[in-house]
């Protein structure tokens, strides 16, 4: 359990400056192909922080990561690690 | 002093005074900064940039049959018309929350969007930009479903899906105060998107929750909607889709259709004849466009995140690859000029237009634009179904 809020709240070992660029560039225009460049939503759900708050951020990281199975929400695993996931969470919740 | 400001007064009037025609002229969407070039396509120059648009993260663009008017459709719901004249907006309007895109009456008279939030089909006077006819998508239990697929139609109709209903309409706007609307129901899982045939004869709606395509005979209309290809790529693995891909690109090559698979990195042949699946070219990625030149000898496709650096050009007359470009970074759309000797691409992360010529795939010209994403000539204004 401690493990566990460790490594999903305290440390989002901050990505390089240059990472953290292009994981927002890919946040505002790969992720908002489908959920709106400011977020709000379009063929995808709403991203802003009053629409996600109500989830956990583990939650939120395994949608990132797996994807949702029965939904167009694809895994992206392969493009980023955990806590680059966490980073882009912790984003979006701001 | 006053001399000179007389001058300057007569030679600004002979600026404006410059005739300017816009059949080949047109207009970039500029997603991240709302705002749209107007281009020309007989110099490859830039005219002017027409801002504060809204979100354009997803935007489509219609020309008044005129060819003046530029009609831009953004994503929050913003209707706004352009006159490529004069350099200006003339006109704009916030019609939704959400919406993805419009389309123009065969008569030029009507616009018609349809939206995400709330789920329906608003029809607008072109000139005014008045609300005529208002649509809601409503199915089921009194829900609102998001609508896709919009397409202007033959005999003053539009035709469009509804993405969470599983449904297509048809609503012909002859008398545009009493819309009267056919709904086919049942007609697939998830429609995303769909084409209308250059002749004004099919509507073709692609499906995500499920495989194969929802087609419309419009010459039939009593005969509903039928499915083709149900079971291609039944065996196999369905892969990630990072991008939607799209239909509005419409690919005829003879008795052939093209369009992109969903889940599988391959354009899918479809024989026109018969309705039944000729061949599966494999492709580098999840194609998004799948586009062909006017004369159909070409069909260029461009991908989804992450194979977005590249476009393959597909041979109409074999039906084989000929050509893989990589024009740069994040290669979102391609619209070729009236008669197809050029194409025009835009690469969003590199912030630019590429040009090329088509015989012989040699770069013409690079201009800048901020993150570029849908490229759309006049031309269009004389195409059904664009």
């Known amino acids: 359990m401690i493990a566990l809020i460790f490594s999903f709240s305290a440390v989002a070992s901050e990505p390089s400056i240059k990472r953290q660029q292009e994981l927002g560039n890919m ?5 908002g192909s489908c959920h709106g460049l ?14 996600l708050r109500n989830k ?8 990132i990561l797996d994807g949702r199975k029965g939904t167009a929400m694809p895994p992206w695993k392969p493009f980023m690690t955990k806590q680059e996931a966490l980073w882009i969470v912790q984003k979006l919740l701001k | 002093m006053s001399k000179l400001s007389l001058l300057l007064l ?62 831009v459709f953004g994503r929050d719901g913003g209707l706004t018309k352009i006159d490529l004249l004069q350099d200006k907006i003339a006109k704009r309007i916030i019609q939704a929350g959400n919406s993805i895109g419009g389309a123009i009456s065969q008569d030029g008279k009507l616009i018609a969007v349809s939206n995400y939030t709330p789920g329906g089909v608003k029809i607008f006077s072109s000139e005014t930009l008045q609300l005529v006819a208002d649509i809601p998508a ?11 697929g919009l397409v202007d139609a033959p005999n003053q109709r539009f035709v469009f899906s509804l993405f969470d209903a599983g449904e297509i309409w048809s609503v012909s706007v002859k008398n545009p105060n009493k ?10 899982k998830q429609p995303y998107d769909a084409l209308l045939t250059p002749d004004g004869r099919y509507y073709i709606a692609g499906l995500f929750g499920e495989r194969g395509l929802a087609l419309l005979d419009l010459w039939s209309p009593e005969a509903g909607v039928k499915r083709i ?10 892969m990630p889709v990072y991008k939607m891909p799209h239909l509005e ?8 259709m093209l369009v992109p698979a969903v889940g599988q990195h391959e354009v899918l042949v479809i024989d026109k004849t018969n309705w039944t699946l000729h061949k599966r070219i494999p492709v580098i990625g999840q194609p998004v466009f799948v586009m062909a030149r006017p004369d159909g000898r070409q069909i260029w496709v461009n991908f989804a995140f992450p194979d977005n650096q590249n476009i393959q050009i597909i041979d109409a007359k074999d039906l084989n690859i000929v050509k893989l470009l990589t024009p740069g970074k994040a290669v979102l759309h391609m619209e070729f000029t009236p008669r197809g000797e050029q194409v025009w691409v835009s690469v969003r992360d590199d912030d630019q237009l590429v040009i090329y010529d088509t015989e012989n795939f040699n770069e013409l010209k690079r201009l800048a634009a901020e993150k570029p994403s849908g490229i759309f000539f006049s031309s269009r204004a004389h195409k059904m179904g664009l």
Request: net charge neutral.
């Open chain 2, 179 to 188: 819309p009267l609307i056919r709904k086919y129901k049942n007609i697939g």
């Open chain 2, 229 to 238: 290809l149900p079971d291609y790529g039944k065996n196999d693995e369905k």
């Open chain 1, 38 to 51: 400011t977020l709000k939503g379009g063929l995808g759900p709403s991203l802003l922080p009053e629409a």
């Open chain 2, 249 to 256: 690109g419409w690919a005829i090559a003879g008795d052939y």
């Open chain 2, 138 to 148: 409503e199915y089921g239990d009194k829900q609102l479903s998001k609508v896709v």
């Open chain 1, 56 to 63: 956990s951020d583990e939650f939120l990281v395994n949608t």
């Open chain 2, 10 to 71: 007569l030679f600004c009037f002979n600026v404006h005074a410059e005739l300017r025609a816009t059949g080949d002229l047109g207009v970039v969407i500029e997603r991240a900064k709302g705002s749209a070039l107007i281009i020309n396509t007989s110099n490859h120059k830039r005219l002017a940039r027409i801002e504060a648009l809204g979100d354009l993260s997803h935007a489509s663009v219609v020309f008044s049959r005129d060819q003046r008017y530029a009609f």
């Open chain 1, 27 to 31: 946040l505002m225009h790969d992720c």
